[in-house]
C-alpha cells in the first residue's frame, strides 16, 4: 500500500523536469497523477512515460495564466473523479537580462505564469478542496524567492511573492482542512539547466562550488520532499517553505 493511495492529484508544468519528477513519485507513493500541462505534446509523453511504468496518469491542456482554463481543469478533474486531494503548483519558466532592458512581454509573462498562475489554481482548485475540508496544496517557490540574484529581478519577484502566498492562503485555510505549503528548490539538474550550461548562461562548476554540499541538486531529491509535504506524515506542516538547496541558502558564501 502506497502512502498516497487513492488520491488524486494535480501536478501543473509536469510534462518535464521537476514537475514530471514530482507526478512520478506521486504515482509511486499510489496516487493518479492529472499532467496540467499547457504543451499538448510533452504533456501527452509525460502520461505515455508513466502509464507504461503501471501507474494512472491524465493529461489535461491547461493554460494557468487563464482562468476559464484553470475553472476548467478543475471541473473536469472534479467531474472525473469527485474530488481533488492534492495540488502542486509547478509551472514555471526563466528569462534573465539586465533590468534596464528587460523586455516588458518577458516581465509579464514570467509573472503570470509563476504568480498569477498560482494564485488562479489555488483559487479554482482550493474552492473543492474547502468544500471537501480537506487537501494540500504544495507550490514551488525557489530559493531565488529567498534572495538576490542579479538578472533575475522577474523570476525572482514571482518566487517571492509565492512564499508570501503560501504562508496567507496556509494561514487563512488552516482550520478548514486544507493545508498549503511551499517547497524552494536549490539549483537542480535538468534539461534546462544543462541547456543554460551549454548556452554559456550558466556555469555547474560555479553552482558546484557555490553550494556547501559540492554538488547540484537531483530532481528526485526535490520529489521526495514535495511527497512528503502532501502526505499525512506532514499533517501538523502548513503556511511555510522549506529550502531543498544543500545548504545554499543558509551559507554566506565566505570560502569553505
Excluded at 505534446?41 to 484553470?70: I, M, P, R, W
Excluded at 471537501?132 to 531565488?144: D, F
Aim: proline share 3%.
Amino acid at each position: 500500500m502506497g502512502e498516497l493511495d487513492g488520491r488524486i492529484a494535480i501536478v501543473t508544468g509536469a510534462g518535464r523536469g521537476i514537475g514530471f519528477g514530482i507526478a512520478t513519485r506521486l504515482c509511486k507513493a499510489g496516487a493518479t497523477a492529472v499532467i496540467a500541462e499547457f504543451n499538448p505534446q510533452t504533456g501527452n509523453e509525460a502520461v505515455a512515460k508513466l502509464t507504461a511504468e503501471g501507474y494512472t496518469a491524465h493529461f489535461h491542456q491547461t493554460d494557468v495564466t487563464n482562468a476559464d482554463s484553470v475553472n476548467a481543469l478543475t471541473d473536469a478533474i472534479k467531474a472525473k473523479f469527485g474530488r481533488i486531494d492534492i495540488l502542486v503548483n509547478n509551472a514555471g519558466l526563466a528569462e534573465i537580462g539586465p533590468t534596464e532592458t528587460f523586455p516588458l512581454d518577458k516581465w509579464y509573462k514570467q509573472v503570470d505564469v509563476m504568480y498569477n498562475g498560482v494564485y488562479l489554481c489555488i483559487q479554482s482548485v482550493g474552492r473543492v478542496m474547502l468544500e471537501q475540508r480537506k487537501g494540500v496544496i504544495l507550490n514551488i517557490s525557489s530559493i531565488g524567492g529567498l534572495g538576490a540574484w542579479p538578472m533575475r529581478s522577474a523570476y525572482n519577484s514571482a518566487k517571492a511573492a509565492v512564499i508570501s502566498l503560501t504562508e496567507n492562503i496556509g494561514t487563512e485555510w488552516a482550520r478548514r482542512g486544507v493545508r498549503v505549503v511551499s517547497v524552494a528548490p536549490g539549483v537542480t539538474r535538468t534539461a534546462i539547466l544543462q541547456q543554460m550550461v551549454d548556452e554559456g548562461i550558466a556555469s555547474l562548476t560555479q553552482y558546484n562550488k557555490r553550494t556547501p554540499m559540492g554538488r547540484v541538486g537531483e530532481v528526485d531529491e526535490i520529489a521526495s520532499v514535495v511527497q512528503f509535504l502532501v502526505s499525512d506524515r506532514a499533517s501538523y506542516i502548513t503556511a511555510t517553505t522549506v529550502t531543498v538547496d544543500g545548504g545554499w541558502t543558509a551559507w554566506g558564501n565566505l570560502p569553505l
